[in-house]
């Protein structure tokens, strides 16, 4: 498979900014940036050979690395990318790829790291296409610098067009050609303007139309669904009733009608009434030809006995597949005799770019770029085995486009921005064995604290919350007598990536209201505690 169709990305459909990864930390952020700008852009590894593109990118910009460009092993952009005839913004490591293509000599290694913040002044008035790129920039302005080698010359046909405390060549322009290069990050929120550098060199200088929309996408997903598919075709999926799953399917649903197939498995530790409602949400309000199926009882059943976390997700996730494999295989026969369609050739994943991303970005020299097909699905065999072909509708598409789209597609805002939830549900909410009691406590604590969370106006402020049941008891006394009961958990994070978080700051009187509620209407609980603990050294889930 071509490095180039990886990805997915509609970049026929959208004019689109090609992004080469070194393995920046940051590269993300540059297409998240633009995307934000309504501006389409994919992400490939930095070893991609220009001739597999079957695309003209607009403009590409190159990332900044951890390497040093002049150190064996180093990578290097495939130079063909000089040729392709359209503006280029390496940033960091890619401006001293630039500047190192140009001639080895011209990079060398500085004598103080510069890491932080860094006050730029952009030296403008004598060249055009230097006011292009700072055009309604302030002439000084705070940019975030992360680096250790350093331009020592510029390199033949470049002119310096900013400066910085430490930098003689903060940023530099091809006095002829659109190439440009930054020493800084204008991709991180911390430098001042870099959202507009970035807007400046996609649309002012490489002409993309800002026409990257939810909107656009729906249409031209959908036909392009229709085409894979085919008029008889007919799909099948899972469906959780996250924000992922259902977007996914009432894409589908919208492209192919019926013959698309969501099937929801209820595995006897989803939240409070959580089955229902998915049912009433997926069927009734989104019209999704949708199949549930209740394996609650095989579920608990299996998870006697099971103490530790691994086993018990592992557990989880093999009973799931079992009960799946064993429903398709009767979905399978219905949606062969239902006459909407031909068999089952499809099978559906609502796999999101950064995932997508993390199999394609740039490790070293030596590391293989897997070939991302099934990332968090299915066995192979439910695909290959069967001969179901995937589709990933989402597959280009960042969380927070995903919402977006829901939205376009007329999905409620509640369900639009639900936190995520963990695929073996509060079984890792339960620490140590799950047992029928405790799933019975954790649910009506957690029922309690989410819907206080929603009542106070905090639901979207938070990433992740919810209650879990410490299975060691506490001695407590309520109207007079002893109780010895469980402990409750309570925790609430807030993150922009899921990488690292924070324990989200409740008002005191709010934590004392969900205290209150739970010890008297959960029976069984003696305690309720807040987890303050920040990822890392914690994780969100507690197991
Ligand atoms: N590794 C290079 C340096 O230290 C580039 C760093 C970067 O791209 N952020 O200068």
Avoid at 18 to 45: A, K, V, W
Avoid at 93 to 111: D, F, H, K, L, T
Avoid at 148 to 174: M, Q, R, W
Wanted: charged share 25%.
């Amino acid at each position: 498979m071509a490095a180039a169709t990886l990805g997915e990305v509609p970049t026929k459909a959208f004019d689109t900014i090609l992004t080469l990864d070194f393995g920046s930390q940051y590269t993300h952020l540059i297409t998240r940036r633009l995307r934000e700008l309504n501006i389409l852009s994919e992400m490939l590894p930095c070893t991609t050979k220009i001739a597999d593109l079957d695309y003209k990118p607009k403009g590409v910009i190159l990332s900044g690395g951890p390497y040093s460009v002049y150190e064996d092993g180093a990578p290097h952009v495939d130079p063909a990318v000089f040729e392709l005839g359209v503006p280029i913004l390496g940033i960091c490591y890619g401006m001293q790829e630039i500047a190192w293509r140009a001639s080895p000599e011209n990079v060398i290694a500085g004598v103080h790291r510069e890491y932080g913040h860094s006050n730029l002044k952009a030296l403008k008035g004598d060249d055009a296409h230097v006011d292009r790129l700072f055009a309604g920039l302030e002439d000084s302005m705070r940019v975030w610098m992360s680096h250790g080698d350093k331009l020592g010359a510029l390199p033949e046909g470049f002119h310096t067009v900013a400066v910085s405390d430490n930098s003689e060549y903060a940023a530099i322009a091809h006095k002829t050609k659109p190439i440009y290069g930054l020493q800084f990050h204008p991709e991180v929120t911390h430098s001042q303007n870099g959202t507009q550098l970035l807007k400046n060199f996609a649309v002012d200088i490489c002409g993309c139309a800002q026409n990257w929309t939810m909107a656009r996408f729906l249409d031209q997903e959908i036909a392009r669904i229709r085409d894979l598919v085919g008029p008889e075709g007919q799909v099948l999926g899972a469906v959780s009733g996250g924000v992922d799953s259902t977007v996914a399917a009432k894409l589908m649903k919208e492209a192919i009608g019926d013959r698309f197939w969501a099937v929801l498995v209820n595995n006897g530790v989803m939240r409070l009434d959580e089955c229902e409602q998915v049912e009433r949400d997926l069927k009734q309000h989104l019209g999704i030809n949708l199949t549930v199926i209740d394996a609650s009882k095989d579920f608990l059943e299996g998870l006697k006995g099971l103490h530790d976390p691994e086993q018990k997700r592992k557990f989880i996730g093999g009973k799931f597949i079992d009960v799946f494999e064993a429903e398709a295989q009767k979905i399978e026969e219905a949606a062969e005799k239902s006459g909407k369609g031909t068999k089952i050739g499809f099978f559906l994943q609502g796999t999101l770019y950064p995932d997508v991303i993390e199999s394609l970005s740039f490790k070293g020299p030596s590391a293989t770029i897997k070939t991302h097909h099934n990332v968090g699905g299915l066995p192979e065999r439910m695909t290959n085995g069967q001969g179901l072909q995937l589709i990933e509708p989402l597959r280009s598409l960042y969380k927070d486009e995903v919402r977006e789209l829901g939205r376009t597609l007329g999905i409620h805002e509640e369900l639009v921005m639900r936190h995520p939830f963990p695929g073996p549900g509060i079984a890792v909410r339960i620490l140590g064995e799950v047992t029928e009691e405790k799933v019975r406590i954790g649910r009506q604590a957690d029922h309690i604290f989410i819907s206080e969370i929603r009542k106070a106006g905090l639901y979207d402020q938070i990433s992740q919350a919810y209650a879990a049941v410490d299975p060691s008891r506490a001695v407590g006394v309520m109207g007079d007598k002893r109780v010895y009961g469980y402990i409750i958990i309570l925790r609430a994070v807030t993150t922009t990536d899921f990488m690292t978080a924070e324990a989200f700051n409740f008002p005191w009187e709010f934590l004392q209201r969900v205290m209150n509620r739970i010890v008297n209407e959960v029976h069984g609980v003696s305690r309720v505690t807040y987890d303050i603990t920040s990822k890392p050294p914690g994780t969100i889930e507690l197991e």
